[in-house]
């Protein structure tokens, strides 16, 4: 069963400084991994999406990288401003018949002004 | 495209009424997937349809909770009788294998039972 792991479940920091968000999963067969944003009682809306063929994606300020060998992948977000504000979740799909995918728990960010 | 779309956006109702969720996904998609999201339990995979087939509803808590997709363009939950445990915002999502199986969520349905 894959399991996903996001670490750490919360992280603030001052606004201006570059910071690094943590995904990890056991099984390295993986077809994709996407990254997704939640802002406080909205929906999910996707960040990036990276195939596993792929070693990064870049949206602007984002940048996510996936190493499947190590079973992790990042995401960058360089500048942070108080509006990047949000919980962060990462899931990894396994299944390519239906595309199912696996979710962690998710990183709430705080960027202070 | 409109992207997923959900209805209602928010339900209210007594406990022991029965709700009907409904979603339209993104049109070519033919994967879509169920989720509940609570505090407690964060984000829980109910149930997910291929080409309007049930694939896995392990996920769906108890008989009360079903589901269906009669087309490739709706589908619906249903929860009956209602109780206040059910609770929760529900999401669905569709992907397809042309847009690399990315997940596109719709805006959910914050459900208040009480």
């Known amino acids: 069963k894959q399991e996903v792991t996001q670490i750490p479940a919360a992280l603030s920091v001052p606004e201006g400084e570059n910071l690094v968000l943590n995904c990890s999963f056991t099984?390295?067969?993986?077809?994709?991994l996407q990254w997704f944003r939640q802002d406080p009682g909205k929906g999910l809306t996707s960040l990036l999406l990276?195939?596993?063929?792929?070693r990064e994606q870049t949206s602007g300020r984002l940048n996510a990288s996936l190493d499947k060998s190590s079973g992790r992948s990042t995401l960058y977000i360089a500048a942070s401003q108080p509006g990047d504000s949000a919980t962060y979740l990462c899931?990894?799909?396994?299944?390519?018949?239906?595309?199912?995918?696996?979710f962690g728990d998710g990183t709430t960010l705080t960027v202070k002004p | 495209d409109a992207g997923v779309i959900q209805s209602p956006r928010h339900e209210v109702t007594e406990m022991g009424q029965e709700v009907t969720l409904r979603c339209k996904p993104i049109?070519?998609?033919?994967?879509l997937f169920w989720y509940r999201q609570t505090m407690m339990r964060g984000l829980e995979l109910l149930i997910y349809?291929?080409?309007?087939?049930?694939?896995?509803d392990s996920g769906m808590p108890e008989d009360r909770f079903s589901a269906k997709m009669p087309n490739a363009s709706f589908s619906t939950l249903k929860i009956q009788p209602s109780e206040p445990r059910d609770s929760a915002v529900y999401f669905c999502?569709?992907?397809?294998?042309?847009?690399?199986?990315?997940?596109?969520f719709g805006s959910g349905t914050r459900l208040t039972v009480v």
């Open positions: 049109s070519g998609h033919n994967s």
């Open positions: 099984d390295s067969a993986i077809y994709n």
């Open positions: 899931a990894v799909g396994y299944n390519t018949n239906a595309g199912k995918s696996t």
């Open positions: 349809f291929n080409n309007n087939v049930p694939i896995d």
């Open positions: 999502a569709s992907s397809s294998r042309t847009a690399n199986y990315g997940y596109t």
């Open positions: 990276i195939q596993s063929s792929q």
